[in-house]
């Protein structure tokens, strides 16, 4: 593979290729030019609509790259330069691993399926202005039929990002084939990485009453109960559950032993049998009860809960105090920020490496200024070097507060990547590229073992995969 003289236009590549959505600077908002690019896709194909393709059980019509233009669409991507011979190809690719995901045993559910879409539509409404201006520009009778429309797409999409993941799962990458990697790059398409920062934090979180712990726990117990006589956990969740990420879909989740769950809640997952129901449990993000659906092998599908006890005003205070002291501390010189972080910080994740923050897209210490998370970098874009910040009052998505006070440790500025510095993004890289070439060896050999078949004249098209068997 040739190395692609751009950190981030290769990462790109690499995502378009493992099936993952571009990062937001990549996403345009709906617009009148965007649609303007769509409408023709749709307008142009007055004849009948007729099977183009045919991969393993299923079969993909001439409408289907429609749908596949208005799902890219839907995402706020643009479609101006994609032809039908391309999306054709990404169409036969997404069925192959839909294909081989059921025989594998994969499910997606409905309500996941639904719960995406839920995520588009209100995307393209959001943008659009109503849902009758959605409908309208995507040339469709009825929200029913726009619905339906791309009810099978993302399916389809769903089962070939399961599919995969589980191809590359068990992909691991070795020092040493980091190190090959790194001097194959020819030295004038070494990447440039942008300024960057290391960050450390201390948080102070409120705290909560025995009694406020109590409330919850009562509560969730009465909803367990209310469940194992006869109600909907689904519903329960969608009434009840504080987590923002599985609310809308009953408090539903997959999961393996190696997906990036906490441990408390995973310990308690992997305990629970088919059809079982956990008593209330605790974790740093509130109580949890959990209804395990189904176990295959090492995945598990499961829905849960999640209630966080209130925090009074006054433990509200009190932390606040608690964060001023401990900032005065350390500028008065009586403890390293490092030395409070590690003994005073109620975030056990930062806490032990003394508050530094980890890039959760790099799994790096270093954020690049210009892809950080927006409200992160107001926060630090007037830090001076080793300034400590004022307490800053935080709300994350469970609606839990908290105090906290940061600190820029570090600054990189714009420079060529270098192997020592860079590491942990050169061996994302190596992977990355390592996971390239083991789907591309799973494709190959997947190819020649599943029914394909391509009409018309769409068997001109000049594909990057052999579908021809040639």
């Known amino acids: 593979m040739k190395f692609i003289n751009n950190a981030r236009t290769f990462f790109g590549a690499l995502f ?65 330069d994609i032809t039908r011979c391309q999306l054709l190809g990404k169409l036969m690719e997404d069925k192959l691993y839909a294909h081989h995901a059921i025989q594998d045993s994969i499910v997606v559910t409905d309500e996941q399926v639904k719960d995406r879409m839920g995520r588009q539509i209100d995307y393209m409404v959001q943008q659009l202005g109503t849902m009758d201006k959605v409908v309208h520009y995507f040339k469709k009778d009825s929200e029913d039929e726009l619905r339906s429309d791309l009810f099978e797409v993302i399916k389809i999409n769903a089962l070939t990002e399961e599919m995969q993941r589980k191809i590359v799962d068990e992909v ?38 025995e009694e406020e712990k109590q409330k919850v726990i009562v509560q969730l117990n009465q909803i367990r109960d209310e469940v194992l006589a006869g109600s909907s956990f689904y ?53 949890h009860i ?8 090492q995945e598990v599908d499961l829905r849960h809960i999640l209630i966080s006890p209130k925090v009074t005003s006054e433990a509200l205070a009190e932390a606040r105090t608690k964060i001023q002291l401990i900032k005065t501390r350390i500028e008065a ?10 003994t005073l910080s109620d975030e056990k994740e930062t806490k032990a490496n003394g508050g530094i923050l980890i890039n959760p897209n790099t799994q790096d ?87 394909i078949k391509i009409n018309g004249s769409y068997k001109n098209c000049d594909f990057t995969n052999n579908w021809e068997k040639k």
Do not use: C
């Open 16 to 80: 378009l290729l493992l099936g993952i959505s571009m990062n937001a600077q990549e996403i345009i908002p709906i617009s009148e030019t965007v649609m303007d690019t769509v409408r023709p896709q749709f307008s142009k194909r007055q004849k009948v609509d007729g099977i183009v393709a045919t991969v393993g059980d299923y079969m993909i019509l001439d409408s289907d790259i429609d749908k596949a233009y208005l799902e890219i669409s839907g995402q706020g991507n643009s479609v101006k």
């Open 172 to 209: 691991e990458i070795t020092p040493e084939e980091v190190r090959t990697f790194f001097r194959s790059i020819p030295t004038d398409e070494l990447p440039i990485f942008g300024a960057e920062v290391e960050v450390a934090q201390i948080v102070i979180k409120p705290k909560v009453s």
């Open 235 to 287: 519903t329960k969740a969608v009434l009840y559950s504080q987590d923002p990420g599985s609310r809308s879909s009953g408090g539903f989740y997959k999961m393996t032993r190696k997906t990036p769950f906490i441990k408390e809640f995973k310990d308690v997952a992997f305990t629970l049998g088919e059809g079982e129901i956990s008593m209330p449990f605790e974790t740093d993000f509130g109580y």
């Open 290 to 297: 959990i209804l395990v659906e189904k176990i295959r092998g």
């Open 333 to 342: 010189g009586e403890l390293t920020f490092a030395e409070a972080a590690r």
């Open 365 to 451: 210490t270093r954020f690049e200024l210009t892809k950080m998370d927006p409200e992160l970098y107001s926060q630090i874009s007037s830090l001076k070097e080793n300034e400590i910040s004022y307490p800053i009052l935080e709300e994350d998505r469970s609606q839990r507060k908290s105090y906290k006070i940061i600190k820029v440790t570090n600054r990189t500025e714009e420079h060529k990547v270098d192997y020592a510095k860079d590491y942990v993004k050169i061996k994302n890289l190596a992977l990355k590229e390592k996971q390239i070439k083991v789907i591309g060896t799973w494709s190959e050999a997947k190819i020649k073992e599943t029914y």
